[in-house]
T-cell receptor, first 113, second 113 residues
């Protein structure tokens, strides 16, 4: 069975400091992994995806994530937080080319001025 | 513009009154799905469809129906809504492989009183 665990429900950083949102996954198959962002009262936007190519994945708005099979992790990072990054972030796993997405419970990122 | 369109954005209804939430995509995607989002639970899949006339249950299908008579449309039907179906609903679509990520609608906030 597949599952995904986001280790922090809330993360608070100061503007200009690094962001780290942690995600661990469980999958019996070669997974596809995604990070989505949801701004208040908005839909979900794809930040980046891993589909068995390069393990370091670059996404939009300066975010990147590294797939570490040995640690079953797919943490999301950004070198310098911006106020506009305040949102909820979801780590998502699917089984290879499977149709089904399994969502983590989300991490709410707060950026302090 | 490639998009998934849901209507309505907001809906307040009474227990037992049948309702339909519409979803339409203009990307010729084979795969479509409905999710509900509840605080602390992330998104959970209700139903999905691999193509026209092909639908199947997701993780939380009770109380919902769907149909896929045309490739672009995938309505969600609540025959007899109950208060525990108060939630934020998202429709999503993807090419069959899913490796390119999923496109989500803007959401429908449903309140059942």
């Amino acid at each position: 069975a597949q599952s995904v665990t986001q280790l922090d429900s809330h993360v608070s950083v100061s503007e200009g400091t690094p962001v780290l949102l942690r995600c661990n996954y469980s999958s019996s198959y070669s997974p596809s992994l995604f990070w989505y962002v949801q701004h208040p009262n908005k839909g979900l936007q794809l930040l980046l995806k891993y589909t068995s190519a390069a393990t370091l994945v670059k996404g939009i708005n300066g975010f990147e994530a590294e797939f570490k099979k040995s640690e079953t992790s797919f943490h999301l990072t950004k070198p310098s937080a911006h106020m506009s990054d305040a949102a909820e972030y979801f780590c998502v796993v699917s089984r290879g080319s499977s149709y089904k997405l399994i969502f983590g419970s989300g991490t709410r990122l707060l950026v302090r001025p | 513009e490639a998009q998934v369109t849901q209507n309505p954005r907001y809906l307040i209804t009474v227990t037992g009154k049948k309702l339909t939430v519409t979803c339409s995509q203009n990307m010729n995607h084979e795969y479509m799905s409905w999710y509900r989002q509840d605080p602390g639970l992330g998104l959970r899949q209700i139903y999905y469809s691999m193509n026209v006339e092909v639908t199947d249950k997701g993780d939380v299908p009770e109380g919902y129906k769907v149909s896929r008579k045309e490739k672009r449309n995938f309505p969600l039907i609540l025959e007899s809504p109950s208060p525990n179906q108060t939630s934020l609903y998202f429709c999503a679509s993807s090419s069959v492989t899913g490796g390119y990520g999923y496109t989500f609608g803007s959401g429908t906030r449903l309140t059942v009183v």
